[in-house]
């Protein structure tokens, strides 16, 4: 089945530093990928669309300069979370949409912990 | 934002027993689905139910839907304690974008 892959699955930085996450899909084409965040025994919160190839969509009350998010290729998008504070740990949750099908799939996650 | 809402927020049972989880959604919808989720693991597409369907079912999976109440339920039968996790019900808005309820944390006994 189609898979999707995070990397790095979890990530511990001082504040301050850059993270970036990397969201694949393996076997299959994504024209759009979306990225989550989820904290603590709370749901998935919808950050941005991405879309290869143009400027990622931001959900109201996500800075777009503090998540950065590249769509370069048909299965890889990247989110990188700039100047990261304690404020920012969480669970980063990508899911791609399989071109041909709209299918969608979601990846195991990245936990962040900003020190 | 997120829309949805689930009840109960957590649900703790014996095993063997059948476990309900409601969820509520605001705006009309094509389908409706059910994701669950393991500590720290992402999420595994359960089912989908059509606007049209009002019942649905998969393995020990039933799923409910009321358009007219705007909710759903899904219905766990026979629980074991490998169905531990959180379970959310989702709804797209727009073309693809999905969006989930706050969710319901499952504990089953042995």
């Not at chain 1, 970036?20 to 994504?30: G, M, N, P, T, W």
């Not at chain 2, 059509?50 to 393995?59: C, P, T, W």
Request: glycine share 6%; aromatic share 8%; charged share 20%.
């Amino acid at each position: 089945g189609a898979v999707v892959s995070q990397h790095p699955s979890w990530v511990i930085c001082k504040s301050g530093t850059s993270v970036k996450i990397e969201c694949r899909s393996l076997d299959f084409q994504a024209t759009t990928m979306f990225w989550y965040r989820q904290f603590p025994k709370q749901s998935l919160m919808l950050m941005a669309t991405s879309n290869e190839g143009s400027k990622a969509t931001y959900e109201q009350g996500v800075e777009k300069d503090k998540f950065l998010i590249n769509h370069a290729s048909l299965t890889l998008s990247t989110l990188t979370v700039t100047s990261a504070h304690p404020e920012d740990s969480s669970f980063y949750i990508c899911s791609a949409t399989r071109s041909n099908t709209g299918e969608l799939f979601f990846g195991e996650g990245s936990r962040l912990t900003v020190l | 934002s997120q829309q949805g809402e689930e009840d109960p927020q957590a649900l703790s049972i014996q095993e063997g027993e059948n476990a309900t989880m409601n969820c509520s959604y605001k705006t009309s919808i094509n389908n409706l689905q059910w994701y669950r989720q393991n500590s720290g693991r992402g999420l595994v597409h359960l089912i989908l139910i059509r606007s049209n369907e009002r019942e649905k079912h998969s393995g020990r999976l039933r799923v409910t839907l009321d358009t007219s109440k705007k909710s759903s339920s899904l219905l766990i039968t026979a629980s074991r304690a490998a169905d531990t996790a959180s379970y959310f019900c989702a709804t797209r808005q727009g073309a693809q974008k999905l969006v989930f309820g706050q969710g319901t944390r499952l504990t089953i006994n042995p």
